[in-house]
């Protein structure tokens, strides 16, 4: 079976991705440093603990496995942090996701699946955000991966690196049979947040911003189930063995949601109340993030099936009470 070299792998996302590598007939390859993974969400595969910035290591697990591709999940994701810390986002997210890059050209490894985000976008009034939108993000985080993007860019003329690019759009939802999940440590999702108020592992969530210029003030946002997402990059990995060449994907539904929105569904899923406030606007946030995009559904034949924010929630509460990783 072909090794698929995962990084981030013990990851939220990553995770995923390993369940739905395994899935369709692939062997996922978990490289991750552990410093936001969880070594208990590594279940589908082998497991190699390193670092992006380490290219020795690096070398060593490309020369012990062999990978036909590379997954790239690994990277700091945290808007907020991003903007009071941003050195550690250029070293870690494009520094190391340079080392990756040249360590797999290297390799002679050239089908690579890279996490963006529609954050590379920022803000842009009542325009659609497709794949040829400029991208001007607003924070270091989009920073980071739109500079990863252009790396890929480059790496393609000058060592015909093929890519495929998912540009995320708000990720939620968990494995429907709760073998891994969403967990972040500090947490600063919505759905992990909303259910932590909801089950009293936290006062109360705080809403960032009601003065927004949305129905309800509250940040609109476009929420994608995991495994939809997974099933997205499963398809992006035979899209390039099927030599069709680098490409760019949005990856959400098209429907946005508020924060109040997802806080009332949450209450009607769980059947409890969310206990919230609200505060100031937290920095570096777009008021509204949608995909105006089909691209990935004609091109890739991507079908979500479980991104509706009810099913998003379930399975998110099902995992919530299942468990959560070890410390
Ligand atoms: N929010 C609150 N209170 C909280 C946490 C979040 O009101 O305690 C609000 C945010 O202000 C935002 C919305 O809920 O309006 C969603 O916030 P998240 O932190 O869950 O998600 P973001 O939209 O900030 O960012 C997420 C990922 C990024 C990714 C981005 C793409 O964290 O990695 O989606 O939109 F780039």
Known sequence: MAHILVTGGAGYIGSHACKALKQAGYTPVVYDNLITGWKDAVKFGPFEQGDLNDRARLDQVFAKYQPTAVMHFAALSQVGEAMSQPGRYWANNVGGSLNLIEASVAA?????????????????????????????????????????????????????????????????????????????????????????????????????????????????????????????????????QDGKGSRVFNLGTGTGFSVREVMDKAAVVTGKDVPCNTGARRAGDCTKLVSGSTRAASELGWEPTRSTLETMIHDAWKWHKTGHYEA
């Open 108 to 240: 002679d490894v050239r089908d690579f699946v890279f996490s963006s985000t529609c954050a590379t976008y920022g803000e842009h009034d009542n325009v659609v955000l497709d794949e040829n939108t400029p991208q001007l993000p607003l924070n270091a985080y989009g920073a980071s991966k739109r500079a990863v993007e252009d790396i890929l860019t480059d790496f393609e003329a000058a060592h015909g690196l093929r890519s495929v690019v998912f540009r995320y759009f708000n990720v939620a939802g968990a494995d429907p049979e709760a073998e891994v999940g969403e967990f972040h440590r500090p947490e600063t999702h919505l759905v992990p947040l909303v259910l932590d108020a909801i089950n009293g592992k936290r006062d109360s969530l705080t809403i960032f911003g009601t003065d927004y210029d949305t129905p309800d003030g509250t940040c609109i946002r476009d929420y994608v189930h995991v495994c939809d997402l997974v099933d997205a990059h499963v398809l992006g990995l035979k899209w390039l």
